[in-house]
């Protein structure tokens, strides 16, 4: 497995498994919903911060500490982009959640694709792979809200 196949995805299982577990797991320590995220700006900024540093990162060789920084910035990014779906707020109902991760796993993976078609095959498609978890805990999502409906219904 060459370096840029690690790289990339260790990217996106940063922002697909990393980030919502660091979310999950400070959910009594950190007051996450103090942090404004609403999910009409966090999506397409977050696509658009991590559309960049996917394409900084795939294309250029960084030094150690600028790519560590640039590491940093995508799970903090990422962790505020999970907020609207693990830490809702009134307004962001189930079934909006769903969508809004549905909308987002191949928006995320735009960039992903732009390198593949600039030639760095194994580390775009590495970079898809890590980020299906994201993919998974839509229909995660999409079927928790279906089976608590379908429980309402019956009871």
Same mark, same amino acid.
């Given at each position: 497995? %060459?370096?840029? *196949?690690?790289?990339?995805?260790?990217?996106?299982?940063? %922002?697909?498994?990393?980030?919502?577990?660091?979310?999950?797991?400070? +959910?009594?320590?950190?007051?996450?919903?103090?942090?404004?995220?609403?999910?009409?700006?966090?999506?397409?900024?977050?696509?658009?911060?991590?559309?960049? /540093?996917? *394409?900084?990162?795939?294309?250029?060789? $960084?030094? @150690?500490?600028?790519? %560590?920084?640039?590491?940093?910035?995508? &799970?903090?990014?990422?962790?505020?982009?999970?907020?609207?779906?693990? &830490?809702?707020?009134?307004?962001?109902?189930?079934?909006?959640?769903?969508?809004? /991760?549905?909308?987002?796993?191949?928006?995320?993976?735009?960039?992903?694709?732009?390198?593949? *078609?600039?030639?760095?095959?194994?580390?775009?498609?590495? @970079?898809?792979?890590?980020? @299906?978890?994201?993919? $998974?805990?839509?229909?995660?999502?999409?079927?928790?809200?279906?089976? +608590?409906?379908?429980?309402?219904?019956?009871?």
């Amino acid at each position: 497995m %060459t370096p840029e *196949i690690v790289h990339m995805g260790v990217m996106g299982l940063l %922002t697909s498994v990393v980030a919502p577990g660091l979310v999950l797991a400070t +959910r009594s320590s950190i007051r996450w919903h103090r942090i404004p995220a609403p999910p009409v700006l966090v999506l397409p900024l977050f696509v658009l911060l991590h559309g960049l /540093l996917t *394409i900084v990162m795939g294309l250029w060789s $960084l030094s @150690m500490v600028t790519d %560590t920084l640039l590491h940093a910035v995508l &799970v903090v990014a990422a962790a505020v982009f999970w907020l609207p779906v693990l &830490v809702p707020r009134p307004g962001f109902p189930e079934p909006a959640r769903g969508v809004y /991760l549905f909308l987002a796993a191949p928006s995320l993976d735009l960039a992903a694709v732009f390198l593949v *078609i600039d030639g760095h095959e194994p580390g775009g498609l590495a @970079m898809i792979v890590g980020m @299906m978890p994201l993919c $998974l805990a839509a229909v995660v999502v999409a079927w928790q809200w279906i089976v +608590r409906e379908e429980r309402e219904v019956s009871t």
